[in-house]
């Protein structure tokens, strides 16, 4: 089966940093597996050069076989990969439908002509999309009112609401940045829950970039560990937690190895 | 059925909406009647009279904010509104042409700042040089309407006929769009401060070109202005002949552009409705409140952001063109820096991104500028010439320097009410309100009958009581 993502050689430097060196990555459709490191690692700059934000300065990204290099972030969300961001960056002061519609702009087909006279193809697609959003609101498992401003939600809200704004698009690979940062355990069990459930149900391809090494064993079906930019280690949950050098790189900083079991 | 009649008018009065109708009605008819008292001969000549003249014309088209406030029905308050616009204040307009012209330079510059919402206040570009585009559409019509064109092109052509006006507004609109999008594609990729700059950069270019473009062609006449731009044509005159509606031209004129500016304003607000409500608007908030995020989302910035800018620019022309006929004559003097920052402080002042906001500011600012303050002035003349002194200070009025009149505080009166908004209320008159009957809508129900939970005290409309305020549905 051919590759949905492949990364070969990917190189980006920011002046004298280099923050992804080298990094080559492939991906089958209809798998979750997840980055780790740690802070600094170059992951969420991977996402990035993926999303098309920033630009690889060697190397070549291929989505379903053709080359994402050089695409605008909105043409790369336009070709089937949508994501979140690390630090919640809903539209505040859009309600939870309006954010979710957002997500969903690459799918509109109505024409300026089509808004200003409402036609029966603009009023059909509006319809037919809100209905959409409020099935991705329960999805989710957002409690909140739909017309609630994003600002107002507490932030496992937000989180959910921003997982339902990426699936708006429609993706074949959606890159989830740190998706349970800041939660209870509560939160990250349902969150986890979800993770799986986008790959189930939607038959969604999952990247996730991820802290919380429950999260990271629990669901993921392969693991690969940055450091400095560099790809260290590869592999099965289990082979990544007995690799000697992720627990030099990563875990081995104070951190027990039995803490991560 | 004359019984079920009562009954429904039994519930409205015990809703209390009928009292609201009552309550709306008697302000407009106490403003109304004040107005027509101000109309009595000698009372022109009173101290206070231009003050309270302008002061009981704000309070007149106060009554259309009361209108929108009530909890009426929509079909209510619409005639109740229409019927102000197109009868009353036509009506008070005939005996005292000076109001149609306040009236008319409101509707222009409440255009205007519908235009600029959306550029401001919806994709969040803060255009400091939005007086450029007005000023494209002024000179459009000014350069052809008038001798001007046949000094610059040699022949005799020109002026055009007044019929061309029509045709013209379209032209306007275009072009003044085409230069929004010129100048928007160079500057789009800056952000923020960085655009505002550049922004008001290419407004004073504008401004500054047409200042100095009498030669080598003349095409502007350079600081002298043209004059005279020709004016719509009176096409309906015969017809109101032959309603036996006689009024002398000049009054015919203010009429004319009152309604014209009416009629455009409707249809800046309908556009802006429509898209606000749209892919097209939502993609525009979303730029505005995260970019990076929009882009993610699948939004091409800088196309959705030409957009923007062109549909402003597009008002602004029209307004521009439509301000040339009625001046009558236009200079460089009438687009500087101020301008664009008089638009700008009437969206802020109403309410960044928000159309009723738009109006409501343009409506404050441009009666506070040219009603007020003048009105100040006036009053202050009179008592300097009636040789008033103030007491305990024993300081003469008639050696109050001219350079400290009112009418020039213009740039104070900016300042102070901007930093009184940003203070009191820093979201505007009328803040934006994000569309709230989604589900409703997405269910095909009918509207949701549930009042709306009464918003936070913050939010709360100035003046108005507001209880089972109806969401500002469009």
């Keep these: 089966m051919a590759n949905l993502l492949e990364l070969r050689k990917v190189t980006k430097r920011f002046g004298g940093l280099v923050a992804v060196n080298q990094v080559d990555f492939t991906l089958e459709p209809g798998r979750i597996v997840s980055i780790i490191g740690p802070n600094g690692a170059g992951k969420t700059t991977l996402f990035n050069l993926i999303t098309g934000i920033y630009k690889p300065d060697e190397g070549e990204i291929l989505f379903e076989g053709r080359s994402l290099v050089g695409l605008r972030p909105d043409q790369v969300t336009a070709r089937g990969i949508s994501r979140t961001f690390q630090n919640i960056r809903l539209f505040g002061n859009m309600t939870v439908m309006e954010n979710i519609l957002v997500g969903m702009h690459t799918r509109f087909r109505a024409s300026p002509v089509d808004i200003l006279f409402q036609t029966p193809r603009f009023r059909g697609e509006e319809r037919e999309l809100r209905e959409e959003a409020l099935r991705l609101i329960r999805f989710v498992g957002l409690r909140a009112s739909p017309d609630e401003l994003a600002k107002n939600l507490p932030y496992g809200e937000q989180r959910k609401v921003e997982i339902a704004r990426a699936l708006a698009a429609r993706p074949k690979l959606i890159l989830l940045d740190e998706p349970t940062a800041g939660m209870n355990p509560q939160e990250t069990a349902e969150t986890t829950r979800l993770i799986r459930r986008l790959r189930d149900e939607l038959g969604i391809t999952v990247i996730l970039i991820e802290h919380q090494m429950r999260v990271v064993m629990g669901i993921s079906e392969r693991v690969t560990v940055l450091d400095y930019g560099e790809k260290i280690a590869e592999g099965s949950p289990e082979e990544v937690r007995r690799n000697p050098r992720v627990i030099e790189a990563y875990l081995g900083r104070g951190v027990a190895i039995g803490a991560i079991a | ?474």
């Design chain 2, 1 to 474: 059925m004359i019984g079920a009649k009562a009954k429904v008018w039994i519930e409205r009065v015990q809703n209390g909406r009928s009292l609201y109708l009552v309550g709306v009605l008697a302000y407009i008819l106490a403003a109304l009647l004040l107005m027509n008292w101000l109309n009595r001969p000698g009372l022109r000549d009173a101290v206070w009279y231009p003050l309270v003249s302008a002061l009981a014309f704000a309070a007149f088209l106060g009554s259309l904010l009361l209108i929108y406030y009530a909890p009426l029905a929509g079909l209510v308050k619409g005639i109740l509104g229409l019927s102000i616009l197109l009868v009353l204040l036509p009506f008070l307009g005939v005996r005292n042409t000076f109001l149609l012209e306040v009236a008319t330079q409101v509707g222009i510059f409440a255009a205007m700042a519908l235009g600029l919402n959306i550029v401001v206040g919806f994709a969040g570009l803060l255009d400091l040089g939005y007086v450029a585009f007005y000023a494209v559409g002024a000179y459009l019509w000014a350069i052809f309407g008038s001798h001007q064109a046949n000094i610059a092109f040699g022949t005799n052509r020109f002026p055009l006929e007044p019929e061309w006006f029509f045709l013209f507004l379209f032209l306007a609109v275009g072009v003044a769009a085409f230069t929004g999008i010129l100048l928007g594609l160079p500057v789009l990729r800056l952000r923020g401060d960085y655009l505002a700059i550049v922004t008001l950069a290419f407004g004073e270019v504008i401004r500054v070109i047409v200042n100095n473009l009498d030669k080598p062609i003349n095409l502007t006449n350079g600081p002298q202005g043209i004059r005279p731009v020709q004016r719509p044509p009176l096409f309906f005159k015969p017809w109101l002949n032959a309603l036996g509606i006689r009024l002398d031209d000049p009054t015919l004129y203010a009429l004319y552009f009152y309604f014209l500016v009416l009629v455009v304003i409707g249809f800046a607000i309908w556009l802006a409705r429509r898209l606000e409500n749209s892919w097209v608007g939502r993609a525009w908030t979303a730029i505005r409140e995260d970019e990076l995020a929009a882009q993610a989302m699948g939004i091409p910035l800088v196309r959705m952001k030409l957009a923007a800018f062109a549909t402003g620019a597009s008002f602004a022309g029209a307004m521009g063109m439509i301000f040339a006929a009625k001046q009558y004559f236009i200079n460089p003097e009438s687009f500087t820096f101020m301008e664009s920052i008089g638009v700008l402080v009437m969206v802020i002042v109403g309410g960044m991104g928000s159309i009723p906001g738009a109006i409501v500011g343009a409506t404050v600012v441009t009666i506070l500028n040219l009603q007020i303050l003048k009105g100040l002035s006036l009053m202050l003349n009179k008592l300097r010439q009636a040789g008033v002194v103030i007491p305990i200070l024993n300081f003469p009025l008639s050696q109050w320097p001219t350079q400290l009149e009112p009418a020039k505080y213009e740039r104070l009166v900016f300042g102070i009410l901007l930093i009184l908004m940003m203070i009191l209320r820093p979201q505007g008159i009328i803040p934006e309100r994000r569309h709230r009957m989604e589900l409703a809508e997405a269910l095909g129900r009918e509207e949701a009958p549930e009042l709306e939970r009464l918003p936070a005290e913050e939010e709360l409309p100035p003046v108005i009581p507001a209880p089972e305020v109806k969401p500002a549905r469009d």
